[in-house]
């Protein structure tokens, strides 16, 4: 079933932190601490075991002290044997006993396997999951997509019971009841299985809502997937995984019906569980406020069912019958099923059922579906289930039919019409498999076989069909190709239309596009694809696989093929459809032709006509005889035609078609029917037909029988006279059969056409006369010319009649027109037949003439006749070309048209089909083909594309050759053309003038110019392809383009002129020039290019390349470049090197020793170099150069190195610098001025700033500096706060107004590890919160930037707030309560702050918490603020809203006078007055008492009754109108009690505590009224008095804490003293704040010295730091305070001293990849330990305790000289792995000493000294290996020296004057409110208030006595306590002091309240919040 496993809710989920807490006990440790079950005693066999039930408390004691208690509850003797054990018959035993959840049921058997005597019902719960409101809105219910959607909630209990028998191997039955038999009880419904059953535990799961089998535990919910564990990978996926979410047997039960009974028992089991759900029972509980999801389960025997006890039910008992031979089974009986629900299955049971048979194809019939075409069956496992459907109803024979059984569901037809499949597969995000099959549906001769579905097919009756034209579409049509299957059963909304591979919008080449209407496809998924809860549709299948990642593979022979899916698709389906497809195959195309026998215009044309048909492998030609089929008559005949509908025009393949059939007999039909081909029989025999035509033709008629009715009979050669009559005659016409018959037979033929008979006289001779005349029979078929055909002639005597031919005719055929001759003649029986007649002759055109022929037969008497006969022109014989003349003369580039005529042998024009003639033309390259059809007119125009040789100067010959492919007996025809070179222009060309001579401007020639000149006098001409020159035309012109110039004169261009071309004035401006012209032949150009040169010399020109400035003493780093140009400044190119001796060079100061002038002949430049001036004042220098009579000037500045660009000091260039967020930089940051050389420039006052972006922020905020007197600028250190990563910090400096751009320093931030940024909190949220209870454990940690929690915070600095009401956005409110974390426990988490035992509120309603991390004194994180809802605790008493006053009644007869209570409301509160059980209802029963035992008289209600109920309606009962009875018994001036009972029935446990209500009984009216006077004023009194003691009682108590906490802070106070003076600490006795202050800023002035103080560091730079894992650098990790010592060890380690060493392989790994593998690592998880040296061994010569000799030289191990900061013991495996033993002493010669001693006695390590010497393990010294360099050469490669032990006892120092001061103002605090507090007690305004007390004690006792009352009692009587100490509306925490403000509030006597009480309100609630607590919590 659905829930093979699961879980269930606990009973006070709602109360507990939660919701199934698991208790994990020792062998006999203690249960949780509040517990009940329930337990049956089943130990006898008695009938009714379930009434026996107990409730036992079972929290807080141990196994043996329950099963004691189980004894005393059920009288067990404790020795009597007997197991307690759970529902599953698991045995409760010591260990197991912590595991037994609140509210369980538990069995009292004899032994585990005892049969249960009857059936017991077991409590449960099933809340819905939480997924209830997660993915409510995933899918609505059973969407109907216009379906009955009944089958598909069938198939989700059919879901349940595949999984639930998945593990079964052999039958796996599965049984669906509709249970309609009236007799039986009402309808009913029932999914019966026999898979493996459910437990109590998993039946209760099985209720809870969307508990789905990842979710699904035995015991409780937390654990995700766990016991689930997902099924192999099989074919299909048909794993039976289908019972997935929790959802869908729910749905599924009350889709169906109203009501469902789960009976389940498992194989582990001897007890049958049932649980009823209906929807009747949830509204019943939701009328009553029950709740709604709990209920019990049945645990009973199998078999009994004496449970069920309604009519209604009767099927029941035989269903319960057969769980007695069941090992394991589930039955699922649906009750209330809807009538429509109902009328649906009984209607459409073939319907319903075929459709699960669709959905469960491949589970019932195994991976290859049902394919009756196999000739193995598959035989795995899902052979093996058994699906049976049965209805029973009243009065009929039961319907029963097994799934398997089903032939018509569609992936059954499917399989069997299928003619191959292509298999493939998907693999879609890794573990989505999806398996695709496609299926092949030939088309078979009349039919598409892709199968319909059966019950949507509308029947189509053989009658209907009538000449059809058109093949329908068929196939698949619209419907999409794939149906989807999820873990082996039907998805069925869902379904692909098709992929890109096999869709139709891909072209398939040969492959006809209805072959992709013939396939259909099944995809089979696995659960990676994610379904609706109802399994209804896909999520998302479709949008995966059409993702453009799928890669589809094919499958072969269960192997997967990389193999392109397109080309395999398409190569399949061209195969399937050459092997599969039977279509028909037209042949002999005869034309086009239109059926005016059709209704529908648009059907009538076009219509090909066809001789013969190929179909099923047989051949049907026009004559043939046939037969049809399906026809109404059944018809005979020969074909005459095949049509089909379409504008074909040769053989195709195609399917459909009409066949026209000549009804035979034809004498007797006489017509032609039009039938589709497919209702020709195949079968049909040609013997059978020809018999069945010649019985037909022995229906006409044969002979004629003559009698003669008078007798007169005529006999054979009876001789009569003339005239006389001859008759009467009777004649009758018979047929063959000898049957007479009077009309023509044949339906087709009315009864109007009767036969006539005539009677003819004949006069003839007694034989066969000579024949003496002939007449011309029908020719065969029409005559064309040349082909012979024969004249048929019948010869005939002088009577007509037909006669024998004689031997010697010769006949003779004559036409004027016609040539024609014969081949001799024939004699056939009485015809005559000349053979072989030829006809030539002229007709008019390819339709032929008509002729009239004379045929003579010389010797007979008459011997001509005339033979009209249509002569058509014959085959082609010849072919004519036009023109005739065999040499032809074109003109290059034209198109040659020639007149082509088909001739006959007789010349006449002639046509037939396929009749096309091809023109060739050779002798040139790239020649055109011309092509022209003559089928239809035997002649046409042949031409083309036009015939152009290429480059054609002269005349040259082309051979045309004419031919008719299809006809190669007509013999080609040659001609040879001349082609003459073009007429029309074919180049132009331009000239320059220049006098009288023209220059030739070639295409492309570039042209030299004077820059800025003109280029005048061009013209250009026009020549053809023969070189002939063209006159210019103005048309011409008009096609003549220039494009130097928009406008031309057309004029000019008639005249071959064209316009000036304007020359550049720059050289490397050139200008194109082109001469185009373009007409409707040919596009033609010429163009030039115009290159500039310079002109004359005009200017001198000179630049210099490089700066303008120069340093003294140095030369100008550049060159300069003189240049001479003309006006243009184009430079001149006619210089040579001797310019340069006319150069001249001169300036203020220049030297010219260096100075050095060159020719440049390549740039035809003068350059200078060398240029120097002698040292100076700096300045402005100008350079004067003079050529010739030209001059020009260059400046330059003569300088020191300005400042180019900036550098930073000691910070690397190329690395990103690491920096902690919020931390100091390691250095300064100092910035340099450089010169454009990189060398520094000593430039002062230069603005230097930092450029930084927007997420970073500097500490202190970086300002402008200006650079000192060396160019430098000083940043400082500073601190960086900005994002994770690597962010950048630009320097930039502004000189002279020119920004210059520094380096940039990448920073790499990484976060700080202590600094907050946010709290976690975690807590139950689920847990229930009462009033006064205690709140659930909230779990506080603090997070650092990098998102961890901090292990180092002071707990005290994190607190609870809390407050009532919403939470405030912005701020805390001042009235919050604050509360302090817990101490830690054992094993709790490090890093987490614990808030448990905190009290609940006592008050109702919302309230607010949030935690405080105060960071300092000023900065504080605050966490999400955390909404509670207080709700009431439990029940304790009955009280009113308000006190009412004391009533004062007596018996009068006035009723006014008799009223006890006139309206009043009591309502049911918790212990703390909060109003409860609001879901509640009973009464409250009011008696009167005395408070006298010694009174016996007690009054009574009116009625004379004793007590009066009054009605308690969710929670309050309104008592009104209690009135006295009159005359009432009661003694005078006593005070009686009303008391006030509640009666509630569902608190049968719980004891209310009564109202009661005093009241004074009077006889006498007038005395009645004094008594009411004077109880009232008792009232006032009364509450006055309770006022003013609430109020001095919290007063009194405050002043306690506050002497508390003066002694607590003066011990404090006392002891940091101690510690002080301890530490020499002199503590001053005046001003000792102010002191103290003074003195830690004086220690803080003297440590921040001593850290400033120089010492040994390391300059190695930091590891990365952000990453816990990572220690740091070896020569950071120790600290060596001996100099010496560390110059030696850091020597010896020198190799080592920049590794990094991280606590696991991962980091190191990290980190090596982080720096391309630059840095070494070392992972400590990688170090063997055992090898490693003990820290604390001694010294190699102390050896058991014993010095083996006195060492010289102090040795030492070298570890031991080293100092840890941090992480102490990381660093000892480290540096005892680096160090091992190694010793270190004073020289060189103790360690020789001392190593020649020890070696006498052990191994000796390594041995250095501290003056740097090194004495290897080995023995090995000396040499510059072994000896240590300077210090100053170790290059900062050092360990650094710790700081002094005075920088810590400073420290030291400092913390405890913290302290002491904190100490000393809180005590100076508290004493001081304590005075204030003790002033007010004794103040007059105090006094006063006591002195009321005692006045107002003493008028109370005066009061009572008057009354009679005794004085003794303290209190009113009525138990009733006043408002103001319970109503109070204050703090959470309800503290004393909150108390008295409550009082204060309540009676609105501000005078009450001190100034310190105002004062200390605030100080007081946090810093006594704790002990409250804890007192309350005692209390």
């Given amino acids: 079933m659905e829930a093979g496993s699961?879980?269930?809710?606990?009973?006070?989920?709602?109360?507990?932190?939660?919701?199934?807490?698991?208790?994990?006990?020792?062998?006999?440790?203690?249960?949780?601490?509040?517990?009940?079950?329930?337990?049956?005693?089943?130990?006898?066999?008695?009938?009714?075991?379930?009434?026996?039930?107990?409730?036992?408390?079972?929290?807080?004691?141990?196994?043996?002290?329950?099963?004691?208690?189980?004894?005393?509850?059920?009288?067990?003797?404790?020795?009597?044997?007997?197991?307690?054990?759970?529902?599953?018959?698991?045995?409760?035993?010591?260990?197991?006993?912590?595991?037994?959840?609140?509210?369980?049921?538990?069995?009292?058997?004899?032994?585990?396997?005892?049969?249960?005597?009857?059936?017991?019902?077991?409590?449960?719960?099933?809340?819905?999951?939480?997924?209830?409101?997660?993915?409510?809105?995933?899918?609505?219910?059973?969407?109907?997509?216009?379906?009955?959607?009944?089958?598909?909630?069938?198939?989700?209990?059919?879901?349940?019971?595949?999984?639930?028998?998945?593990?079964?191997?052999?039958?796996?039955?599965?049984?669906?009841?509709?249970?309609?038999?009236?007799?039986?009880?009402?309808?009913?419904?029932?999914?019966?299985?026999?898979?493996?059953g459910m437990t109590s535990k998993q039946l209760n799961n099985w209720a809870v809502y969307r508990l789905s089998k990842f979710t699904r535990r035995d015991q409780e919910f937390e654990s995700d997937h766990s016991g689930y564990v997902r099924p192999a990978p099989v074919a299909r996926s048909l794993n039976s995984d289908i019972s997935y979410f929790g959802v869908g047997g729910k749905q599924a039960v009350f889709y169906i019906g109203q009501a469902t009974r789960m009976i389940s028992k498992p194989a582990s089991s001897l007890d049958a569980h049932e649980l009823l759900l209906s929807k009747e029972d949830f509204e019943k509980k939701e009328k009553n406020k029950e709740a709604i999801y709990s209920g019990f389960i049945r645990n009973r025997k199998p078999g009994d069912s004496s449970h069920i006890t309604s009519d209604d039910e009767r099927?029941?008992?035989?269903?319960?019958?057969?769980?007695?031979?069941?090992?394991?089974?589930?039955?699922?009986?649906?009750?209330?099923?809807?009538?429509?629900?109902?009328?649906?299955?009984?209607?459409?049971?073939?319907?319903?059922?075929?459709?699960?048979?669709?959905?469960?194809?491949?589970?019932?019939?195994?991976?290859?579906?049902?394919?009756?075409?196999?000739?193995?069956?598959?035989?795995?496992?899902?052979?093996?289930?058994?699906?049976?459907?049965?209805?029973?109803?009243?009065?009929?024979?039961?319907?029963?039919?097994?799934?398997?059984?089903?032939?018509?569901?569609?992936?059954?037809?499917?399989?069997?019409?299928?003619?191959?499949?292509?298999?493939?597969?998907?693999?879609?995000?890794?573990?989505?498999?999806?398996?695709?099959?496609?299926?092949?549906?030939?088309?078979?001769?009349?039919?598409?076989?892709?199968?319909?579905?059966?019950?949507?097919?509308?029947?189509?009756?053989?009658?209907?069909?009538?000449?059809?034209?058109?093949?329908?579409?068929?196939?698949?049509?619209?419907?999409?190709i794939f149906e989807c299957f999820w873990n082996g059963r039907l998805i069925p909304y869902t379904t692909v239309e098709d992929f890109e591979w096999c869709s139709t919008s891909k072209k398939r080449g040969p492959i006809p596009e209805e072959c992709l209407n013939r396939i259909s496809g099944v995809l089979f998924t696995n659960d990676k694809f994610e379904v609706?809860?109802?399994?209804?549709?896909?999520?998302?299948?479709?949008?995966?696989?059409?993702?453009?990642?799928?890669?589809?593979?094919?499958?072969?022979?269960?192997?997967?093929?990389?193999?392109?899916?397109?080309?395999?698709?398409?190569?399949?389906?061209?195969?399937?459809?050459?092997?599969?497809?039977?279509?028909?195959?037209?042949?002999?195309?005869?034309?086009?032709?239109?059926?005016?026998?059709?209704?529908?215009?648009?059907?009538?044309?076009?219509?090909?006509?066809?001789?013969?048909?190929?179909?099923?492998?047989?051949?049907?030609?026009?004559?043939?005889?046939?037969?049809?089929?399906?026809?109404?008559?059944?018809?005979?005949?020969?074909?005459?035609?095949?049509?089909?509908?379409?504008?074909?025009?040769?053989?195709?393949?195609?399917?459909?078609?009409?066949?026209?059939?000549?009804?035979?007999?034809?004498?007797?039909?006489?017509?032609?029917?039009?039938?589709?081909?497919?209702k020709l029989d195949r079968n049909a025999v040609v013997s059978i037909i020809k018999k069945y035509v010649e019985d037909e033709m022995a229906r006409l008629p044969d002979r004629l029988s003559v009698t003669w009715p008078e007798g007169e009979e005529l006999d054979q050669n009876d001789i009569r006279s003339a005239g006389t009559p001859i008759g009467a005659i009777r004649i009758e016409i018979l047929n063959k059969k000898g049957e007479a018959m009077q009309k023509l037979p044949g339906t087709s033929h009315s009864g109007s056409k009767k036969l006539l008979v005539e009677l003819k006289v004949i006069w003839h001779c007694k034989c066969k006369g000579k024949a003496e005349k002939f007449s011309v029979g029908t020719l065969d078929a029409p005559v064309r010319v040349g082909v012979p055909f024969n004249i048929p002639l019948e010869l005939l005597d002088e009577f007509g009649h037909p006669t024998h031919p004689t031997l010697d005719i010769k006949p003779v055929l004559e036409c004027s027109a016609l040539d024609v001759s014969h081949n001799g003649t024939m004699t056939k029986k009485n015809n005559f037949i000349i053979k072989g007649v030829k006809a030539k002759g002229p007709v008019n055109n390819y339709q032929g003439k008509n002729y009239i022929v004379k045929v003579i037969l010389p010797g007979?008497?008459?011997?001509?006749?005339?033979?009209?006969?249509?002569?058509?022109?014959?085959?082609?014989?010849?072919?004519?070309?036009?023109?005739?003349?065999?040499?032809?003369?074109?003109?290059?580039?034209?198109?040659?048209?020639?007149?082509?005529?088909?001739?006959?042998?007789?010349?006449?024009?002639?046509?037939?089909?396929?009749?096309?003639?091809?023109?060739?033309?050779?002798?040139?390259?790239?020649?055109?083909?011309?092509?022209?059809?003559?089928?239809?007119?035997?002649?046409?125009?042949?031409?083309?594309?036009?015939?152009?040789?290429?480059?054609?100067?002269?005349?040259?010959?082309?051979?045309?050759?004419?031919?008719?492919?299809?006809?190669?007996?007509?013999?080609?025809?040659?001609?040879?053309?001349?082609?003459?070179?073009?007429?029309?222009?074919?180049?132009?060309?331009?000239?320059?003038?220049?006098?009288?001579?023209?220059?030739?401007?070639?295409?492309?020639?570039?042209?030299?110019?004077?820059?800025?000149?003109?280029?005048?006098?061009?013209?250009?001409?026009?020549?053809?392809?023969?070189?002939?020159?063209?006159?210019?035309?103005?048309?011409?012109?008009?096609?003549?383009?220039?494009n130097w110039t928009p406008n031309i004169n057309k004029e000019h261009l008639v005249k071959g002129l064209l316009p000036d071309v304007k020359v550049p004035s720059a050289v490397k401006d050139v200008r194109y020039c082109q001469v185009s012209f373009q007409d409707d032949h040919a596009s033609l150009e010429s163009a030039f290019s115009v290159k500039p040169i310079a002109d004359e010399p005009k200017l001198l020109k000179a630049s210099l390349k490089g700066v303008y400035n120069v340093k003294m003493g140095e030369e100008l780093q550049g060159e300069i470049q003189l240049e001479v140009t003309d006006q243009f400044g184009n430079k001149i190119q006619t210089l040579t090197s001797t310019c340069v001796n006319s150069l001249g060079i001169s300036s203020d100061g220049l030297d010219k020793s260096s100075l050095k002038v060159s020719w440049q002949e390549n740039t035809k430049t003068i350059l200078v170099q060398g240029i120097k001036f002698i040292p100076g004042a700096p300045g402005s220098k100008e350079l004067c150069f003079a050529w010739r009579e030209f001059a020009e000037y260059i400046r330059v500045n003569l300088m020191a190195g300005p400042p180019a660009q900036i550098s930073l000091v000691d910070w690397p260039a190329d690395e990103p610098v690491t920096v902690v967020n919020g931390k100091e930089l390691d250095k300064p940051f100092i910035v340099q001025l450089c010169d454009q050389w990189g060398n520094p420039s000593p430039e002062p006052l230069v603005k230097v700033s930092l450029v930084k972006g927007n997420n970073i922020k500097i500490m202190p905020a970086p300002q402008v500096l200006k650079t000192d007197a060396n160019g430098r600028a000083d940043f400082g250190v500073f601190t960086i706060v900005a994002p994770r990563g690597e962010n950048k910090l630009e320097i930039r400096a502004t000189f002279n107004k020119v920004v210059l751009e520094g380096p940039v320093v990448n920073l790499n931030v990484i976060p700080d590890q202590n600094k907050p940024v946010g709290l976690s909190v975690d807590y139950d949220k689920k847990a229930s919160f009462p009033a006064g209870g205690f709140l659930t454990v909230f779990m506080v940690s603090v997070l650092s930037e990098d998102g961890n929690a901090m292990r180092n915070v002071n707990p005290a600095a994190i607190t609870m707030r809390m407050w009532k009401g919403q939470g405030h956005a912005s701020r805390l409110p001042a009235s919050a309560t604050v509360l302090n974390c817990n101490k830690p426990k054992e094993n709790e988490k490090e890093g987490c702050f614990y808030?448990?035992?905190?009290?609940?509120?006592?008050?109702?309603?919302?309230?607010?918490?949030?935690?405080?991390?105060?960071?300092?004194?000023?900065?504080?994180?605050?966490?999400?603020?955390?909404?509670?809802?207080?709700?009431?605790?439990?029940?304790?008493?009955?009280?009113?809203?308000?006190?009412?006053?004391?009533?004062?009644?007596?018996?009068?007869?006035?009723?006014?006078?008799?009223?006890?209570?006139?309206?009043?409301?009591?309502?049911?509160?918790?212990?703390?007055?909060?109003?409860?059980?609001?879901?509640?209802?009973?009464?409250?029963?009011?008696?009167?008492?005395?408070?006298?035992?010694?009174?016996?008289?007690?009054?009574?209600?009116?009625?004379?009754?004793?007590?009066?109920?009054?009605?308690?309606?969710?929670?309050?009962?309104?008592?009104?109108?209690?009135?006295?009875?009159?005359?009432?018994?009661?003694?005078?001036?006593?005070?009686?009690?009303?008391h006030f009972d509640p009666v509630i029935p569902d608190l049968k446990d719980t004891t209310l505590t009564a109202f009661r209500l005093c009241f004074m009984f009077s006889n006498d009216f007038k005395k009645q009224q004094q008594m009411t006077a004077l109880t009232r004023e008792k009232d006032q009194i009364s509450q006055s008095i309770v006022a003013y003691k609430s109020l001095f009682d919290t007063t009194n108590q405050l002043v306690g804490e506050m002497k508390c906490q003066a002694q607590d802070a003066s011990v404090k106070e006392a002891q940091l003293k101690t510690e002080l003076n301890k530490l020499k600490v002199e503590i001053p006795q005046l001003n000792v704040v102010q002191q103290i202050e003074e003195m830690i800023k004086q220690k803080s002035a003297e440590r921040e010295q001593i850290l400033k103080e120089p010492r040994r560091t390391c300059t190695i730079p930091m590891a990365p730091k952000g990453n816990p894992d990572v220690l740091g650098k070896i020569a950071h990790l120790a600290q060596i305070e001996n100099s010496e010592a560390a110059k030696v060890i850091s020597w010896h380690l020198a190799s080592d001293m920049d590794c990094v060493v991280t606590l696991t392989t991962d980091s190191a790994r990290q980190i090596f990849k982080d720096t391309q593998g630059r840095q070494q690592v070392l992972p400590l998880d990688s170090i063997y330990m055992k090898n490693l040296p003990q820290w604390n061994r001694p010294l190699p010569h102390l050896r058991n305790g014993k010095c083996h000799f006195e060492p010289m030289g102090n040795p030492v191990f070298a570890r031991d000289l080293l100092i840890f900061p941090e992480n102490v013991k990381h660093c000892q495996t480290v540096f005892g792995m680096l160090l091992g033993d190694t010793i270190i002493l004073d020289d060189l010669d103790a360690s020789n000493s001392y190593r020649k001693e020890v070696v006498k006695i052990t191994h000796c390590p390594t041995l250095l000294t501290r003056q740097g010497d090194r004495i290897r393990s080995n023995g090995k010294f000396g040499g510059l290996q072994n000896k240590a360099p300077s210090m100053d050469k170790l290059r900062g490669m050092v360990f650094g020296s710790p700081l002094p032990p005075m920088y810590y006892t400073l420290g030291t120092q400092i913390d405890l004057l913290q302290q002491y001061r904190t100490a000393v103002i809180k005590l100076g605090n508290v004493?001081?409110?304590?005075?204030?507090?003790?002033?007010?007690?004794?103040?007059?305004?105090?006094?006063?208030?006591?002195?009321?007390?005692?006045?107002?004690?003493?008028?109370?006792?005066?009061?009572?006595?008057?009354?009679?009352?005794?004085?003794?009692?303290?209190?009113?009587?009525?138990?009733?306590?006043?408002?103001?100490?319970?109503?109070?509306?204050?703090?959470?925490?309800?503290?004393?002091?909150?108390?008295?403000?409550?009082?204060?509030?309540?009676?609105?006597?501000?005078?009450?309240?001190?100034?310190?009480?105002?004062?200390?309100?605030?100080?007081?609630?946090?810093?006594?919040?704790?002990?409250?607590?804890?007192?309350?919590?005692?209390?």
């Fill in 6 to 196: 699961g879980k269930h809710s606990s009973k006070n989920s709602m109360n507990k932190p939660s919701l199934f807490p698991v208790v994990s006990q020792d062998a006999a440790g203690p249960s949780p601490l509040s517990r009940t079950v329930f337990v049956f005693d089943c130990r006898l066999e008695r009938s009714n075991a379930g009434g026996n039930e107990k409730k036992v408390e079972s929290g807080g004691i141990s196994f043996l002290e329950f099963r004691k208690t189980v004894c005393q509850v059920f009288g067990i003797a404790p020795e009597e044997n007997f197991v307690i054990t759970t529902t599953a018959r698991k045995s409760i035993t010591d260990h197991s006993f912590g595991e037994i959840q609140d509210g369980s049921t538990l069995y009292l058997l004899q032994s585990v396997d005892q049969i249960l005597p009857s059936a017991i019902r077991e409590r449960i719960e099933f809340l819905p999951h939480y997924d209830t409101l997660v993915k409510s809105g995933m899918y609505e219910y059973y969407a109907s997509e216009g379906q009955k959607s009944l089958p598909f909630a069938f198939a989700e209990l059919i879901d349940n019971s595949l999984s639930a028998t998945s593990h079964i191997s052999g039958v796996r039955s599965i049984d669906l009841r509709c249970l309609f038999d009236e007799s039986q009880g009402k309808p009913a419904i029932a999914v019966i299985d026999n898979g493996r």
């Fill in 315 to 480: 099927f029941l008992h035989s269903l319960v019958k057969e769980e007695k031979n069941k090992e394991s089974f589930t039955a699922v009986v649906i009750t209330g099923i809807h009538t429509d629900h109902m009328q649906y299955l009984k209607n459409n049971f073939h319907l319903w059922t075929r459709e699960l048979a669709h959905v469960y194809h491949y589970y019932i019939h195994g991976p290859k579906g049902n394919d009756a075409k196999a000739s193995v069956k598959d035989t795995g496992p899902v052979q093996k289930i058994d699906i049976q459907i049965s209805m029973f109803e009243k009065g009929k024979v039961p319907k029963v039919i097994n799934l398997r059984d089903v032939k018509d569901d569609m992936q059954t037809l499917y399989n069997s019409s299928s003619a191959d499949s292509f298999e493939f597969v998907t693999h879609v995000d890794g573990d989505g498999v999806v398996e695709g099959i496609i299926r092949y549906h030939p088309f078979l001769y009349d039919r598409e076989t892709y199968p319909e579905d059966p019950i949507g097919l509308s029947s189509k009756s053989d009658e209907d069909d009538d000449d059809s034209m058109l093949s329908e579409k068929g196939g698949r049509g619209k419907r999409p």
């Fill in 532 to 678: 609706s809860t109802n399994k209804l549709t896909f999520m998302d299948l479709e949008l995966r696989l059409k993702d453009k990642d799928t890669i589809f593979t094919r499958v072969i022979n269960g192997q997967e093929q990389r193999v392109k899916i397109y080309r395999e698709f398409a190569l399949w389906l061209k195969e399937c459809h050459e092997k599969f497809d039977k279509q028909i195959k037209f042949s002999g195309f005869k034309g086009i032709m239109t059926r005016t026998d059709i209704a529908a215009k648009r059907m009538q044309s076009p219509w090909a006509i066809f001789t013969s048909v190929e179909w099923d492998g047989k051949t049907y030609k026009a004559g043939q005889m046939v037969k049809t089929t399906k026809t109404a008559p059944i018809l005979y005949g020969s074909i005459v035609r095949f049509l089909l509908y379409g504008d074909h025009d040769g053989d195709i393949y195609a399917t459909g078609g009409v066949v026209q059939i000549a009804v035979e007999p034809q004498a007797l039909y006489d017509e032609v029917k039009t039938i589709p081909i497919s």
């Fill in 860 to 1042: 007979l008497k008459e011997d001509t006749q005339m033979l009209k006969m249509r002569l058509m022109p014959g085959p082609p014989h010849t072919l004519k070309v036009k023109p005739d003349s065999e040499k032809l003369i074109f003109e290059n580039g034209t198109a040659f048209p020639f007149q082509v005529e088909v001739l006959d042998e007789a010349g006449n024009i002639t046509a037939q089909p396929k009749l096309v003639v091809n023109c060739k033309f050779l002798g040139a390259p790239n020649l055109p083909v011309y092509a022209v059809d003559c089928s239809n007119t035997g002649t046409g125009i042949l031409t083309g594309p036009v015939v152009h040789a290429l480059k054609l100067e002269k005349d040259q010959y082309v051979t045309a050759i004419f031919e008719i492919p299809s006809c190669k007996g007509v013999l080609p025809i040659e001609k040879t053309i001349k082609l003459l070179p073009s007429t029309r222009a074919a180049k132009i060309q331009i000239f320059s003038l220049e006098g009288q001579k023209a220059i030739e401007i070639k295409h492309q020639d570039e042209i030299s110019w004077t820059a800025g000149d003109s280029l005048q006098n061009l013209i250009f001409k026009m020549y053809d392809e023969g070189d002939r020159e063209i006159i210019v035309t103005p048309a011409l012109a008009e096609k003549i383009k220039a």
């Fill in 1395 to 1538: 808030f448990r035992d905190k009290v609940i509120p006592d008050r109702v309603g919302v309230y607010t918490i949030q935690f405080v991390y105060m960071v300092d004194k000023i900065n504080m994180l605050c966490s999400d603020q955390i909404s509670l809802n207080v709700v009431p605790n439990e029940p304790v008493k009955l009280i009113p809203d308000e006190q009412p006053p004391t009533p004062v009644v007596s018996n009068i007869r006035a009723i006014a006078s008799r009223t006890l209570v006139q309206s009043l409301t009591l309502k049911i509160m918790d212990e703390y007055n909060n109003p409860t059980c609001t879901d509640l209802d009973g009464k409250v029963v009011v008696t009167i008492k005395s408070p006298n035992r010694n009174v016996t008289e007690i009054p009574q209600f009116q009625g004379k009754v004793k007590s009066v109920e009054f009605k308690l309606f969710k929670g309050s009962a309104e008592i009104s109108n209690l009135i006295l009875a009159e005359n009432s018994l009661g003694v005078d001036g006593t005070e009686y009690i009303l």
């Fill in 1871 to 1979: 004493k001081e409110e304590l005075d204030l507090q003790l002033n007010y007690l004794h103040s007059p305004e105090m006094l006063q208030k006591r002195d009321e007390l005692n006045s107002q004690e003493k008028q109370l006792k005066d009061i009572e006595k008057k009354l009679g009352m005794t004085p003794a009692r303290g209190t009113n009587g009525s138990g009733f306590k006043p408002k103001v100490l319970d109503m109070a509306d204050g703090s959470p925490i309800c503290t004393k002091r909150t108390r008295r403000d409550n009082s204060r509030k309540t009676f609105c006597s501000d005078e009450w309240i001190s100034p310190p009480l105002k004062k200390l309100h605030m100080t007081s609630e946090s810093e006594t919040s704790d002990s409250v607590v804890k007192k309350k919590r005692k209390t």
